[in-house]
């Protein structure tokens, strides 16, 4: 299938009735909203006229959901634009940090904390073992001895829309010096990955069980605080994942590379081979043996998979640190000057180009960019809303979800 609009159909047409068997929590009900008003009238729409033949064109508006797999390539696109004065001209590593599938129960139940303790724990530990001594706490050996920059995103599924809540990491293989000068990684070596592993769930598992502790932690249904504590201690034992991937030269795409891991959905509307009221079948890619692979689900079954990895409201997926933070400005000027942007070396310029086509409406008889002439906003109140009666704080229980 080729329609870019399927996933917009099928939670058009299954949400209603899936709604009704399984409580949904309020973000659920916000994003299917948005992604089904999305490129609808009810979205709002703007009319364009081209000068030169007076021709007319109508263009419904995007709902910019973080979930939608209708407008997220022209969210991917804007980021690749606006991180071309961002990103160093130099080697950058790719780093994935995992949260293993024994915490996914209580990870459902406890969504906001896990996301912000897992970029918490994730930064530390590169901190830890990658920044100057003068910068920290002189606890671990630095591998690096100088301020790297590095940009985490989150994603919370595997290939077959499970749940599998884990990082991406995009860092040079370099930092800032405190005396100002670029230092390399020495021999193409960032750091060993034993060592990331047991810090980073050393880490983990200590924030995770002063959370269990807590009054403010939700526990699941089939279990204690009892249990949760003899789970914690067993995965002590357990060798924690921690990737570190190939390193990627500026200019051969790590823009692009990284793009594809930001404003993207679980799902892509080609990936989708047929659909039926009874099942989906979509293809991926099996990251085990790298080979092309079908999977056909219930409905109920993609719903729920589908569902599950809906946005947080308000929760960034996508942070910066180090040099690349919003805090270091003048040590990432210092970097510039040194090194240069991607920007310089005309990275993702085909990227930049597709930007300018989507900002820019055609006309289909000459070509020439049209203008508009009318404008409506997505309307506040929207009939048959699906959230209308629902509050902004209410929150499905985790039991009913499906």
Not at 113 to 122: A, D, K, S
Not at 168 to 191: R, Y
Not at 368 to 389: G, L
Request: proline letters at 4%; a positive charge.
């Amino acid at each position: 299938m080729t329609d870019n609009k399927i996933i917009q159909k099928i939670l058009s047409s299954e949400f209603p009735s899936y709604r009704a068997k399984y409580k949904q929590p309020f973000r659920v009900l916000k994003a299917v909203e948005s992604q089904i008003r999305c490129r609808t009238e009810e979205q709002g729409v703007t009319r364009y006229r081209c000068a030169e033949d007076g021709l007319e064109k109508t263009v419904y508006h995007s709902c910019r959901n973080r979930g939608c797999t209708i407008c997220n390539k022209r969210k991917q696109l804007e980021w690749l634009d606006s991180q071309k004065n961002r990103l160093l001209a130099c080697d950058h590593f790719h780093l994935v940090f995992t949260l293993p599938s024994e915490y996914h129960p209580l990870w459902r139940y406890n969504r906001k904390w896990f996301i912000q303790t897992q970029f918490e724990v994730v930064s530390e530990t590169l901190k830890d073992l990658l920044l100057a001594k003068n910068e920290k706490q002189a606890t671990h050996k630095s591998y690096l001895d100088a301020t790297p920059g590095f940009m985490l995103v989150l994603h919370t599924w595997g290939r077959q829309l499970t749940l599998h809540p884990h990082i991406h990491c995009l860092i040079t293989a370099g930092g800032l010096t405190p005396s100002g000068q670029w230092k390399d990684v020495e021999n193409g070596f960032l750091l060993p990955v034993k060592v990331a592993k047991a810090l980073y769930r050393g880490k983990f598992q200590a924030k995770i069980k002063a959370f269990i502790q807590s009054e403010s932690v939700k526990i699941p249904k089939d279990d204690s605080k009892e249990t949760l504590m003899m789970m914690h201690k067993s995965l002590y034992k357990k060798e924690w994942s921690v990737r570190i991937q190939e390193k990627y030269p500026h200019g051969n795409g790590v823009l692009s590379y990284l793009s594809r891991y930001l404003g993207s959905s679980p799902i892509k509307a080609q990936q989708i081979q047929s659909v039926s009221h009874q099942s989906v079948e979509f293809g991926y890619k099996d990251h085990r043996d790298g080979k092309h692979k079908t999977l056909r689900l219930t409905m109920p079954e993609f719903m729920k998979r589908l569902l599950i990895h809906q946005p947080e409201i308000g929760v960034h997926t996508v942070r910066y640190y180090g040099i690349y933070g919003s805090q270091a400005k003048k040590a990432h000027q210092t970097s510039v000057e040194l090194l240069g942007t991607a920007s310089d070396q005309n990275v993702a310029s085909s990227e930049s180009n597709d930007l300018k086509k989507v900002y820019q409406v055609l006309c289909d008889c000459c070509g020439v960019a049209m203008q508009p002439t009318y404008v409506r906003f997505r309307r506040t109140q929207i009939e048959n809303s699906i959230i209308k009666s629902v509050c902004p704080d209410q929150e499905a229980d985790q039991r009913s979800i499906g």
